[in-house]
């Protein structure tokens, strides 16, 4: 398998040998475990208010299982390899079962709960998100555990468009950065020059530039070198085939839109209206994404995406058929991963600093030795 095949889904790192040589030495967390868990709940209050209050969005309850039926779930890549918990509900001695699943997302219930809270274009919604990924490798930044701000906005068929996904990441990141200065006015420790700030503004990248840029790397090294030229990005067009003919990203085919044509600042031809968010971390001096949203897929773009990847008999699940009906809104959204944002804000080096869920104890252990101490 090439590098880059093998780059395709994978997050992370991927085995302890890689991961031990990767953690950083001479680590020091600046703040404390109970000053660490004040300014994880400081940070989250700023960004549920100011998240709502940028996108228009209300708070609404969100599921953590769903049924296996319902074609819901979210599978989040195209290659069937991570696949979520599923269980059965024996409910009424087996009289009237439910085979459930624990989300891996709450990608396609945003959509469908758009029509369920009757939001009209212009509104939205906001979860405080949980979910576990069994299938991830556990290292620094990726954990079983999930919990995410899911956020889902209708929109017109007029907004479906780069200015209106780069205005979107524009305003996210306002809200991100407010919440690194009121979390640095609560605790001025982490004003330091160790660390730089993240940066003011991000800068808009489409993944076939910057395969242009770095042809011959895999996705995580081209994004790790685009880094180091601008430490906060946003890359747009995740799923789409590029040149050398694989995507920077393989992303599942019903919910963002990576398909349709686009053009660069420059009038050049490019694809997709979706994209993620990533910085450079000095801490564990890596690649470190925040998001990954997008404009969401229309029954035309879904059945092109679905015939690229194969998968056609989604069709007939009731989520795709919603979508195939215009029975649900049009819609931009996407997930911030709240820990991945507390390690940025707090100059963590692991996830473990900033929540609470199962590790192994060889990273435990490995961790341990670098002076990184993971909640349990």
């Keep these: 398998m090439s590098d880059k095949q093998a780059d ?8 302890y040998d890689d991961l031990a040589r990767d953690l950083p030495e001479g680590y020091t967390s600046i703040l404390t475990p109970k000053e660490t868990m004040q300014a994880v709940f400081a940070a989250k209050q700023y960004i549920d208010e100011n998240l709502a209050k940028e996108l228009d969005l209300m708070m609404v309850q969100v599921p953590l299982i769903v049924d296996v039926n319902s074609g819901i779930n979210d599978y989040l890549d195209r290659d069937g390899s991570r696949t979520p918990i599923q269980f059965h509900i024996s409910n009424d001695y087996d009289q009237h079962p439910v085979d459930a699943q624990i989300v891996q997302a709450a990608t396609k219930w945003k959509r469908v709960a758009l029509k369920q809270f009757g939001m009209e274009p212009g509104e939205g919604l906001l979860t ?33 468009n780069l200015d209106y996904l780069t205005d979107t990441v ?9 919440a690194e200065q009121h979390t640095r006015e609560l605790f001025p420790a982490l004003r330091t020059d160790e660390y730089p700030d993240l940066p003011d503004q991000l800068v808009f990248l489409h993944a076939e530039d910057i395969l242009g840029m770095y042809p011959d790397l895999p996705r995580k090294q081209r994004e790790t070198e685009v880094l180091q030229k601008f430490p906060g990005v946003f890359i747009y067009g ?19 839109d990576w398909i349709t044509p686009t053009l660069s ?16 971390n000095p801490v564990t001096r890596r690649r470190h994404e925040l998001t990954s949203m997008g404009v969401r897929v229309t029954k035309e773009t879904l059945v092109k995406q679905l015939q690229i990847t194969g998968q056609m008999d989604f069709l007939t699940l009731p989520y795709h058929q919603a979508i195939m009906n215009d029975e649900i809104p049009l819609s931009i959204g996407g997930g911030i991963g709240q820990s991945r944002t507390y390690m940025a804000l707090l100059k963590k080096a692991h996830l473990g600093e900033v929540s609470v869920t199962v590790w192994p104890q060889i990273l435990k252990d490995l961790c341990a030795e670098r002076n990184i101490f993971v909640l349990e």
Excluded: C
């Design 238 to 256: 995740i799923g789409w085939t590029l040149e050398d003919g694989y995507p920077h990203e393989m992303r599942a085919a019903d919910y963002d």
């Design 8 to 15: 395709l889904a994978g997050p992370g790192i991927g085995n």
């Design 170 to 178: 524009e305003k996210i990141w306002k809200v991100i950065k407010g």
């Design 128 to 160: 405080d998100m949980k979910a576990v990924r069994k299938d991830y490798f556990l290292d620094h930044d990726h954990s079983a555990y999930v919990d995410q701000w899911d956020w889902e906005k209708a929109i017109t068929a007029d907004q479906r």
């Design 265 to 280: 600042a420059d009038g050049r031809p490019m694809h997709g209206l979706n994209g993620d968010i990533l910085v450079w």
